[in-house]
């Protein structure tokens, strides 16, 4: 369906894309997931044609983006970050707005409009403006707004930052139902948890480049660790963990209350680790030992947190 060849891109002195290629088949959920300042938005911005490469190459169902610049557009919808709607507009008329721009008309417009109204759940409130909308409603007006003009392929750049977790579940039914329909999408994040349960294929991106890629499964198998053990304390701070963080230098995550150690001897450390909690005094309040998450395999490959 997509095939990106070595794309590059710089803003200046920033080398915002160092050589990046991916293919992406039909009906796949691929996620792209990196932490801020990777490079996804602007992986997707020249994937959707929104902005030049400075060299690479991308071709839809073999055909070059720009050689076939009309046609490919019509295969593409694209989410952007930023929510793109009227706030004094009704949902209707935002999507009827965002319609006409596509050159979809009349009767067309109007079944297309009520049924992705439909779809998310928002026709009992097409006829309120944007403005009282939650910030989790007009995301999906965002999403509907983008599959308006029946595309082949949907870009989705963080569909859910800054919003609540219901929302944010509802979201995911709405891309769950569409992957399941057979479309095709590039889905980016930062967070693990997303990349994990949704997508077929995940891309990690850093600083530019796809450090790894594969289906979950592989990317855990690829990996050097096999478990995390996972500590929530009571109340912790960073420096009562400063001997515990030497100890196991390079495989520790610290968030808040919760430590997260990586490793392939869970049987040996986690009696160490226990043992140095004990010395410190620290309260644990649960510990689990988990299989491997991508976060382990992010910190494994970059040596620092996507949370950074
Ligand atoms: N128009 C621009 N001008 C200058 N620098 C830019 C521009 N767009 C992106 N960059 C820089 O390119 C790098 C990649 O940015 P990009 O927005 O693609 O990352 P991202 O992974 O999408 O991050 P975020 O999650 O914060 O959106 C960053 O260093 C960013 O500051």
């Known amino acids: 369906m997509l095939v990106a060849k070595n794309l590059s891109k710089s803003f200046k002195e920033v080398n915002a894309l160092n050589n990046i290629s991916l293919a992406v088949q039909e009906g796949e ?13 602007t992986t997707i911005s020249i994937l959707s044609s929104l902005l030049k490469p400075d060299s690479g190459e991308i071709l839809y169902q073999g055909k070059s983006l720009y050689q076939n610049l009309t046609e490919s557009k019509k295969m593409i919808g694209v989410v952007p970050q930023e929510i793109a709607l009227y ?7 935002n999507l009827k707005f965002w319609g006409t721009l596509y050159g979809i008309k009349g009767k067309e417009l109007q079944s297309k409009t009520e049924e992705l109204l439909d779809f998310m759940g928002l026709s009992d409130r097409k006829n309120h403006k944007i403005k009282t909308y939650s910030g989790g409603m007009k995301r999906r007006i965002n999403i509907a707004a983008a599959l308006l003009h029946d595309p082949k392929i949907v870009f989705m750049d963080e569909p859910t930052v800054g919003i609540d977790p219901q929302s944010r579940n509802l979201i995911f039914e709405v891309i769950q139902e569409l992957h399941s329909r057979g479309l095709t999408m590039i889905y980016t994040t930062h967070y693990m948890e997303e990349a994990e349960r949704l997508c077929d294929r995940i891309g990690i991106i850093d600083e530019g480049k796809i450090i790894a890629e594969g289906r979950l499964e592989e990317l855990k198998k690829s990996s050097k660790i096999n478990e995390e053990i996972r500590v929530r304390f009571t109340n912790v701070q960073k420096t009562d963990l400063s001997n515990i963080n030497n100890h196991f230098n390079g495989q520790l995550l610290i968030h808040e209350n919760q430590m997260v150690l990586s490793t392939s001897q869970a049987n040996t450390d986690l009696p160490i680790l226990i ?14 030992v988990k299989s491997l ?4 395999i992010f910190l494994e490959l970059t040596g620092k947190s996507l949370r950074d």
């Open 87 to 93: 706030e004094d507009l009704t949902a209707l008329e």
């Open 29 to 41: 959920l691929y996620g792209l997931l990196g932490p801020n300042g990777a490079g996804k938005t």
């Open 275 to 288: 043992q140095m909690c004990t010395n410190a005094n620290l309260h644990l309040e649960n510990l689990q």
């Open 293 to 296: 998450s991508l976060e382990s």
